[in-house]
């Protein structure tokens, strides 16, 4: 794919670090811990990777309506709209046969349902369908496209499509604001600037900072943060912060949900009698386990913690067959049109529509934040709009690290440290001369958790995999409600081998052993992704299903039996990564864990106070605040493993710690940045206690 160096000169030149697209609003902005610098990084990274052509023709993939849809099919496809002749080609594959299929246009700008246009009847064409056509600029005239859709010939698009997806962010903030000329859309070598393409207005754009012709970043993403934290669009008084605290990683557990009232919204189910079954109380209140109707609303709903929404920018890419992955679908749909559907999710298909970011909005939504059960939009709920989209798409985007780490370049001062870091990082274990494994030699990590973020080393993309975490026996809250659904991740076909016995029904995709055989104790798998091991020490409990409690309890579950008798313990080809660890070295992996989220913890509280130093109160409190859990989490997760490797870098952040709870206290500017600057030297001396 060729780089168009001229789109990322002339259309990003002087946007990115702090700087605005366009004037600063009068008030502060407050991005809380959204960070417009990253999220600037990211999109240059996306334009760099464009296709030369890119400024002419807009890409939209493709992808199964997964759950919390009508209909759902294995199958793929991608549209491609040329901007200067109004050409719209639409590809589809995997469909079934013998049905017809429409592709429709969806413009959710309309005020009371999306407004639709149909481009016709899918035709037979390869193993696939496909559909050209050329469109009316007067038919179309003020229409937005911001959704295509491929549906059963006279299913309403609007709620029963097979395919499904939107602009990306990216795409949109590409296509707001743009020189066209610099973008040379026209004849090469032209002497005069050619004028914008012909059909630009049918492009979705991001909302325009006030006063200027291009969107600010830093306003898109304080927006985001004001619907994450206060919007509760018309639902029952939950938000996305209900469950997904910014002063707690953006997630919740069990601890957390002791502390809260009972008049907070978290516990709906329990005060609303409309809602008395929109979660199980108990497990929620002992486990912090929801209930997800990832399956679809017509089957049983599953229990899932919730996921941090740290570093969602490095977990995105959706591991395929064609990229030499294990198990999803093959389809070069997929590979070649930089589809929307995206890794979210515990199993990675709990999104709507498209199944990308943006779409697990709306998903969560409806899952969530109705005021009944009968789920009716405009009624029990109403879905963010595209505007509001972007705006919290433009936030989670912005949310942690934006780049890996890399491990490599990482030298800890405590031995036992770098001795977890040698475990976590071969891939696998030696073998002796009899070809043996020489099991303790390696913990197997880095195979699935590249850099210890969430990327295969083999694809670099996220995976699912099957680790028999949803075979343990006794998992806690099975014991506390036996009569919970088995959770089956990937996909909603019904198997009924699920469960530590291999006799309980749940819901997956079907795939088989990825060895090519099914022997009796490695049934159909049950396949959920592979998170991000860098944020992992502060955001317990583990698993998808909260059923491990510790760091030192999540690394030990890999030496046993449920793991290595699992599929994800053998790569499709056979290579062994089944692990046989000491405790010992459990302890030093474990330490190794504790030791990057806290480099981790340094790095963003020393980004908030920065934010802190510029803004007058009480938006400086408010980030000192979110501050201070950054600083705190790095001391528990330092202290939280009893082995304390690095006690001076410890006794540093106990110091910032209480230099900002001073500094969150003062009305003064002056003194209150004295002392959080005092924070941001001692925090940066903790690092240097513990890496060279």
Same mark, same amino acid.
């Given at each position: 794919?060729?780089?168009?160096?001229?789109?990322?000169?002339?259309?990003?030149?002087?946007?990115?670090?702090?700087?605005?697209?366009?004037?600063?609003?009068?008030?502060?902005?407050?991005?809380?811990?959204?960070?417009?610098?990253?999220?600037?990084?990211?999109?240059d990274?996306?334009?760099?990777?464009?296709?030369?052509?890119?400024?002419?023709?807009?890409?939209?993939?493709?992808?199964?309506?997964?759950?919390?849809?009508?209909?759902?099919?294995?199958?793929?496809?991608?549209?491609?709209?040329?901007?200067?002749?109004?050409?719209?080609?639409?590809?589809?594959?995997?469909?079934?046969?013998?049905?017809?299929?429409?592709?429709w246009?969806?413009?959710?700008?309309?005020?009371?349902r999306?407004?639709?246009?149909?481009?016709?009847?899918?035709?037979?064409?390869?193993?696939?369908?496909?559909?050209?056509?050329?469109?009316?600029?007067?038919?179309?005239?003020?229409?937005?496209?911001?959704?295509?859709?491929?549906?059963?010939? /006279?299913?309403?698009?609007? *709620?029963?499509? =097979? @395919?499904?997806? %939107?602009? #990306? !962010?990216?795409?949109?903030?590409?296509?707001? +604001?743009?020189?066209?000329?610099?973008?040379?859309?026209?004849?090469?070598?032209?002497?005069?600037?050619?004028?914008?393409?012909?059909?630009?207005?049918?492009?979705?754009?991001?909302?325009?900072?006030?006063?200027?012709?291009?969107?600010?970043?830093?306003?898109?993403?304080?927006?985001?943060?004001?619907?994450?934290?206060?919007?509760?669009?018309?639902?029952?008084?939950?938000?996305?912060?209900?469950?997904?605290?910014?002063?707690?990683?953006?997630?919740?557990?069990?601890?957390?949900?002791?502390?809260?009232?009972?008049?907070?919204?978290?516990?709906?189910?329990?005060?609303?009698?409309?809602?008395?079954?929109?979660?199980?109380?108990?497990?929620?209140?002992?486990?912090?386990?929801?209930?997800?109707?990832?399956?679809?609303?017509?089957?049983? /709903?599953?229990?899932?913690? *919730?996921p941090? =929404? @740290?570093?969602? %920018?490095? #977990? !995105?890419?959706?591991?395929?067959?064609?990229? +030499?992955?294990?198990?999803?679908?093959?389809?070069?749909?997929?590979?070649?049109?930089?589809?929307?559907?995206?890794?979210?999710?515990?199993?990675?298909?709990?999104?709507?529509d498209?199944?990308?970011?943006?779409?697990?909005?709306?998903?969560?939504?409806?899952?969530h934040?109705?005021?009944?059960?009968?789920?009716?939009?405009?009624?029990?709920?109403?879905?963010?709009?595209?505007?509001?989209?972007?705006?919290?798409?433009?936030?989670m985007?912005?949310?942690?690290?934006?780049?890996?780490?890399?491990?490599?370049?990482?030298?800890?001062?405590?031995?036992?440290?770098?001795?977890?870091?040698?475990?976590?990082?071969?891939?696998?274990?030696?073998?002796?001369?009899?070809?043996?494994?020489?099991?303790?030699?390696?913990?197997?990590?880095?195979g699935?958790?590249?850099?210890?973020?969430?990327?295969?080393s083999?694809?670099?993309?996220?995976?699912?995999?099957?680790?028999?975490?949803?075979?343990?026996?006794?998992?806690?809250?099975?014991?506390?409600?036996?009569?919970?659904?088995?959770?089956?991740?990937?996909?909603?076909?019904?198997?009924?081998?699920c469960?530590?016995?291999?006799?309980?029904?749940c819901?997956?995709?079907?795939?088989?052993?990825?060895?090519?055989?099914?022997?009796?104790?490695?049934?159909?798998?049950n396949?959920?992704?592979?998170?991000?091991?860098?944020?992992?020490?502060?955001?317990?409990?583990?698993?998808?299903?909260?059923?491990?409690?510790?760091?030192?309890?999540?690394?030990a579950?890999?030496?046993?039996?449920?793991?290595?008798?699992?599929?994800?313990?053998?790569?499709?080809?056979?290579?062994?990564?089944?692990?046989?660890?000491?405790?010992?070295?459990?302890?030093?992996?474990?330490?190794?864990?504790?030791?990057?989220?806290?480099?981790?913890?340094?790095?963003?509280?020393?980004?908030?106070?920065?934010?802190?130093?510029?803004?007058?109160?009480?938006?400086?409190?408010?980030?000192?605040?979110?501050?201070?859990?950054?600083?705190?989490?790095?001391i528990?997760?330092?202290?939280?493993?009893?082995?304390?490797?690095?006690?001076?870098?410890?006794?540093?952040?106990?110091?910032?710690?209480?230099?900002?709870?001073?500094?969150?206290?003062?009305?003064?500017?002056?003194?209150?940045?004295?002392?959080?600057?005092?924070?941001?030297?001692?925090?940066?001396a903790?690092?240097?206690?513990?890496?060279?």
């Amino acid at each position: 794919m060729k780089h168009h160096k001229l789109l990322v000169t002339a259309a990003l030149a002087g946007l990115w670090g702090f700087a605005l697209f366009g004037p600063r609003s009068p008030e502060p902005l407050f991005t809380g811990h959204g960070d417009p610098a990253a999220l600037g990084r990211l999109f240059d990274r996306w334009a760099a990777g464009q296709r030369e052509d890119g400024n002419r023709r807009m890409v939209v993939g493709l992808a199964p309506t997964w759950a919390l849809s009508k209909a759902t099919a294995a199958a793929g496809g991608r549209a491609t709209l040329d901007l200067a002749d109004g050409w719209m080609r639409v590809e589809a594959t995997g469909l079934p046969a013998g049905t017809a299929y429409e592709a429709w246009l969806l413009d959710r700008h309309a005020p009371a349902r999306p407004a639709a246009f149909k481009l016709g009847t899918l035709a037979p064409d390869g193993a696939g369908y496909a559909l050209s056509t050329r469109l009316d600029r007067d038919r179309q005239a003020g229409f937005t496209l911001d959704a295509v859709a491929v549906v059963r010939a /006279g299913d309403d698009p609007a *709620a029963a499509g =097979l @395919l499904s997806g %939107s602009p #990306s !962010l990216f795409q949109r903030l590409r296509y707001t +604001g743009r020189d066209w000329a610099a973008a040379r859309i026209g004849p090469p070598g032209a002497d005069q600037p050619p004028a914008p393409p012909a059909f630009d207005f049918l492009l979705p754009k991001v909302a325009m900072a006030a006063g200027g012709n291009k969107p600010s970043l830093e306003q898109l993403i304080a927006q985001g943060h004001r619907l994450f934290t206060k919007e509760t669009f018309g639902g029952n008084g939950r938000t996305c912060a209900t469950c997904h605290r910014p002063d707690h990683n953006h997630t919740i557990d069990p601890q957390y949900i002791a502390k809260l009232p009972p008049t907070d919204p978290l516990f709906v189910a329990e005060t609303n009698p409309a809602l008395k079954d929109l979660e199980k109380p108990a497990l929620l209140r002992q486990f912090g386990l929801f209930l997800a109707n990832v399956d679809g609303f017509d089957k049983p /709903g599953v229990m899932r913690g *919730a996921p941090h =929404l @740290l570093a969602l %920018s490095t #977990s !995105l890419g959706f591991e395929t067959k064609a990229m +030499g992955g294990e198990f999803q679908e093959d389809s070069d749909y997929f590979e070649q049109s930089g589809r929307t559907a995206q890794a979210v999710g515990w199993s990675q298909d709990g999104a709507p529509d498209g199944g990308s970011l943006r779409d697990f909005a709306k998903g969560a939504v409806r899952q969530h934040l109705p005021r009944t059960l009968a789920r009716i939009e405009g009624v029990d709920f109403r879905l963010p709009t595209e505007a509001e989209l972007d705006a919290l798409e433009a936030y989670m985007l912005s949310l942690g690290r934006d780049t890996e780490v890399i491990l490599a370049a990482l030298k800890f001062k405590s031995p036992v440290v770098e001795r977890g870091k040698a475990l976590f990082d071969q891939k696998q274990n030696p073998v002796d001369a009899g070809q043996q494994p020489v099991f303790g030699q390696s913990a197997n990590c880095n195979g699935c958790h590249m850099n210890a973020g969430a990327m295969s080393s083999t694809t670099l993309a996220n995976p699912t995999r099957d680790t028999g975490v949803e075979r343990m026996r006794d998992q806690l809250h099975h014991l506390a409600d036996p009569t919970v659904a088995y959770d089956g991740g990937f996909g909603q076909q019904l198997q009924t081998d699920c469960g530590p016995d291999f006799d309980r029904a749940c819901y997956s995709d079907g795939s088989l052993d990825p060895r090519g055989v099914r022997p009796a104790a490695h049934p159909r798998l049950n396949r959920f992704n592979t998170p991000s091991l860098i944020e992992a020490a502060d955001t317990a409990p583990f698993f998808h299903n909260n059923s491990v409690a510790t760091l030192e309890e999540a690394v030990a579950y890999y030496n046993t039996d449920s793991f290595n008798n699992s599929p994800g313990a053998f790569t499709s080809k056979g290579a062994n990564r089944q692990t046989h660890i000491d405790s010992s070295q459990v302890q030093a992996v474990a330490l190794f864990l504790r030791s990057i989220n806290a480099l981790e913890n340094i790095r963003s509280a020393n980004a908030l106070d920065t934010k802190a130093l510029a803004l007058p109160q009480p938006q400086a409190g408010q980030m000192v605040h979110l501050a201070m859990a950054e600083t705190q989490d790095a001391i528990e997760v330092l202290r939280g493993g009893m082995f304390i490797p690095f006690p001076d870098a410890l006794a540093k952040l106990e110091q910032a710690y209480q230099l900002q709870k001073q500094a969150r206290r003062e009305a003064s500017d002056a003194p209150r940045n004295d002392l959080l600057n005092q924070a941001l030297a001692l925090r940066t001396a903790a690092r240097a206690d513990m890496v060279e």
